[in-house]
Nanobody, 116 residues
Framework: VQLQASGGGLVQAGGSLRLSCAASGIRFSLYAMGWYRQAPGKQRESVAVIKSGGTTESADSVAGRFTIPRDNTKNTVYLQMNSLKPEDTAVYFC???????????WGQGTLLTVSS
C-alpha cells in the first residue's frame, strides 16, 4: 500500500492550494480517506475525512474553507484549501482506512507554509 501526498508549498495568507494524495495497493473506493496535519510542537490532528460513500467531515477550524473531494477513477483524494491562514501551516498527511476498527495507512506528508 502506498499513499503519495503532494502539492504542498509556500502560499500567502488568503490564498488557495490543493493537495493531492494518490493511493495504490488498495481498493480505493472502499476506503475512507482523510487528511491530517501536524504543526511544529503540536500533535497530529484530523483536518477532513471523506467516507467511501462520499460523506465528509471536517474540523471546525477549517469548516467552510477546506473541502475534501475524491476521484475514485484516479484513486486520488484532494484537499482543496481556500482562505488560508498562517495557523494552517503544518505538514499534511493523508490516511486510508477501510473501517474504524481496521488499521490505517499513512502517506509521507507534504509541507504547507502560509505566510502572513
Amino acid at each position: 500500500v502506498q499513499l503519495q501526498a503532494s502539492g504542498g508549498g509556500l502560499v500567502q495568507a488568503g490564498g488557495s492550494l490543493r493537495l493531492s494524495c494518490a493511493a495504490s495497493g488498495i481498493r480505493f473506493s472502499l476506503y475512507a480517506m482523510g487528511w491530517y496535519r501536524q504543526a511544529p510542537g503540536k500533535q497530529r490532528e484530523s483536518v477532513a475525512v471523506i467516507k467511501s460513500g462520499g460523506t465528509t467531515e471536517s474540523a471546525d477550524s477549517v469548516a467552510g474553507r477546506f473541502t475534501i473531494p475524491r476521484d475514485n477513477t484516479k484513486n486520488t483524494v484532494y484537499l482543496q484549501m481556500n482562505s488560508l491562514k498562517p495557523e494552517d501551516t503544518a505538514v499534511y498527511f493523508c490516511n486510508a482506512r477501510i473501517s474504524s476498527k481496521s488499521r490505517a495507512y499513512w502517506g509521507q506528508g507534504t509541507l504547507l507554509t502560509v505566510s502572513s
